[in-house]
């Protein structure tokens, strides 16, 4: 630990720079979307090789062309994916809609009904869940995924629970990866519970790793192996491949899943943007070229967590620890004691912003123990001042330095 005077001369130099440092939320940087920059002068021929004139209605499943790159990064069959707009998000919200309007045992008429969610987690996942009435129960985190044990109790203490939602590559916010048998694990134990189990998997970090990260079976081969395809959706986008809310999101499904969803969209959406589907289709064109764009997103966004590591390694082991994801847009910082809170209110003293602690939970409800650090969107320059200030507030919050 830095001296108290050490610390608190740190923290009177950063309020009087005037900071204004924002890691709130992460989204891709100018230079990452300077890398799809070529989407924007793509020559369109609005009519396709099959005579479908993309400047009018119809495909309302996306165009074929589209549908085979999704089934290439799903590892799924193109009949099984409807390509799609905007994001993973948009989607996951669009099941749970179908679910509870169309499904054969509507979720709106339900007197109780609740869902499993893997925290810490996504702040907008919450929202689908309250927006539903949806009681949310919590499941820890593990490094290879849901905590299997914890899952399994939780369904035997309930009798009312629809299914789960996660982020099963690269986890928003701490990072974790899924392994296979985690996977199947949480479909086994889920088909046990209910033939109408529902599996909804969020795959938005489905491409995007920095280092090195674990092999990850298709969930739709892990779904078929376990025979639980027309219960499992899948959903993934190109919102940080090119464009945020400019690309297009793909989503998998089978079954009475795939119909409900399909039914539903077709209330809504009369066709996706088909000249915007065959722009990426020209610009990407298949799995091979995916992966070498992604490359170069993982060039500018590696040194970022580093630096934050680097940092954040400079914090006395006992204020506690953060995550080491391999890919994805954040990171945590885990604290040893229940700080989080003032860590933030201190931050924001100093000009940095950082996502409230209580986002990472259901209706806010956390042990105020760790915070989400969003490395992507600012230089690393100002990373590195923020993540400066941020030890300092550590430091304060955890030694109860008066300030």
Not at 20 to 44: A, C, H, M, W
Request: charged letters at 25%; glycine letters at 6%.
């Amino acid at each position: 630990m830095n001296s108290a005077d050490s610390i608190l001369t740190h923290f009177k130099k950063y309020k009087d720079m005037s900071i204004n440092i924002d890691i709130t939320r992460g989204k891709p940087e100018g230079l990452q979307l300077d890398i799809s920059n070529e989407l924007l002068s793509l020559k369109v021929d609005p009519i396709t090789e099959s005579g479908i004139d993309l400047r009018n209605y119809g495909e309302p499943l996306g165009i074929e062309e589209a549908r085979e790159l999704g089934s290439q990064i799903l590892g799924a069959p193109s009949k099984n994916i409807i390509a799609a707009e905007q994001s993973s998000l948009l989607l996951t919200y669009q099941t749970f809609l179908s679910y509870y309007l169309f499904s054969d045992d509507p979720w709106k008429k339900r007197k109780s009904k609740k869902f499993i969610y893997p925290v810490p987690g996504f702040d907008r996942h919450f929202r689908i869940l309250e927006d539903f009435d949806i009681e949310v129960i919590t499941v820890p985190l593990k490094d290879d995924g849901v905590d299997i044990e914890e899952y399994t109790k939780i369904l035997k203490e309930n009798n009312d629970v629809c299914g789960i939602l996660s982020v099963p590559r690269h986890s928003n916010p701490s990072g974790e990866t899924f392994t296979d048998e985690n996977i199947k694990k949480i479909f086994k134990i889920g088909k046990e519970y209910s033939d109408n189990f529902l599996f909804i998997f969020d795959h938005a970090y489905l491409v995007h790793d920095f280092l090195p990260t674990i092999k990850q079976t298709p969930i739709w081969s892990i779904a078929t192996t376990e025979k639980v395809t027309d219960n499992c959706v899948v959903a993934t986008s190109f919102s940080k491949v090119t464009f945020g809310g400019g690309g297009l999101s793909f989503i998998l499904s089978g079954g009475r899943s795939f119909n409900l969803i399909k039914r539903m969209r077709e209330s809504m959406i009369i066709c996706p943007d088909k000249i915007n589907q065959k722009r990426h289709v020209m610009f990407l064109k298949d799995i091979d070229n995916i992966t070498n764009h992604m490359k170069k997103h993982a060039e500018l966004i590696l040194p970022k967590f580093e630096a934050v590591k680097k940092i954040l390694s400079d914090i006395p082991s006992e204020c506690g620890s953060f995550s080491n994801p391999t890919g994805g847009y954040f990171m945590t910082y885990n604290f040893n004691k229940p700080i989080a809170t003032k860590v933030q209110t201190i931050c924001e003293e100093m000009g940095l912003y950082i996502t409230p602690a209580s986002s990472l939970f259901p209706k806010g409800k956390c042990l105020d123990n760790v915070l989400r650090i969003a490395p992507t969107y600012v230089s690393v320059n100002k990373l590195e001042l923020a993540m400066n200030i941020f030890i300092t507030a550590v430091q304060i919050a955890h030694f109860d330095i008066e300030y």
